[in-house]
């Protein structure tokens, strides 16, 4: 949910903060946002944290691919 229009970026990152995928680098529009990726095949097996940047606000969260 963006309260206003940002540029985004979402980015996977392994266990020791190394960028591995970007995801999204954009300019969106505020309101509801949903991304659908399938990173099963692009990543092995394990713990990765998605990083998602808008604006000046940051948010990580950790993902496992099985």
Known sequence: QLSRNAV???KVMDVLGNDLITLVSQRVE???QNFSYPLASKL???FYFIRVVAGT???IKRISVL
């Open 57 to 59: 606000e940051s948010v």
């Open 30 to 32: 505020s309101g509801e």
């Open 8 to 10: 985004v970026t979402v």
């Open 44 to 46: 092995q097996r394990g």
